[in-house]
């Protein structure tokens, strides 16, 4: 009886060490002042686009079946119509699983900004996201200047200020 006790639980320690090391590795979070990672994904209309250079980018991952990011979402239309045009860029990562989800969303909420689609969470596990919604605001070398994690209201005078502020930096050399 011994015997057979020690024999399952040699198969249940094989079985768990396998499972432990089939794990992805832990993902370490983007850090504030770090470059951000650059990344290829597809957007709606399966074109593939990458980190944008040169500009404030303010990166938002989210997802349509996520309530905050769905609250937030007017908020960082307003902030793309009012700051477009000097020089700030939107993309917004939805991790949505189902394509059909995120272009419905999109087309019902007439997004005007860049989404794209990380239905593998490839990216997000990059920049350690796994709250939804999180955003980094990104300043023109590349570097996160501010990491968000949940809602954040765009509009808000505080947080304009803030993206008004890097958008009025000179960029050195």
């Not at 060490?17 to 002042?33: E, T």
């Not at 501010?146 to 765009?154: D, F, K, P, Q, R």
């Amino acid at each position: 009886m011994l015997k057979r006790w020690l024999a399952v639980g040699a198969m249940l320690a094989v079985i768990m060490g396998v499972v432990w090391y089939a794990l992805p590795a832990a993902s370490v979070p983007v850090k504030k002042g770090s470059i951000a990672p650059d990344f290829s994904l597809k957007d709606l209309n399966g074109v593939v686009q990458h980190m944008p250079k040169g500009k404030v980018v303010l990166l938002n991952f989210w997802a349509t079946w996520c309530p905050p990011c769905r609250r937030e979402m007017p908020s960082m239309v307003t902030l793309h119509q009012k700051l477009k045009d000097h020089g700030l860029k939107i993309v917004a990562i939805s991790v949505d699983k189902n394509l059909d989800d995120l272009t419905g969303f999109v087309r019902e909420y007439s997004i005007p900004f860049e989404v794209l689609h990380d239905g593998t969470g490839d990216i997000a596990h990059r920049y350690g996201v796994f709250r939804y919604p999180e955003s980094f605001l990104i300043d023109r070398t590349g570097k996160v200047r501010h990491h968000l994690i949940g809602a954040v209201e765009w509009t808000n005078p505080q947080v304009y200020k803030s993206i008004q502020a890097m958008l009025i930096e000179k960029t050195p050399g």
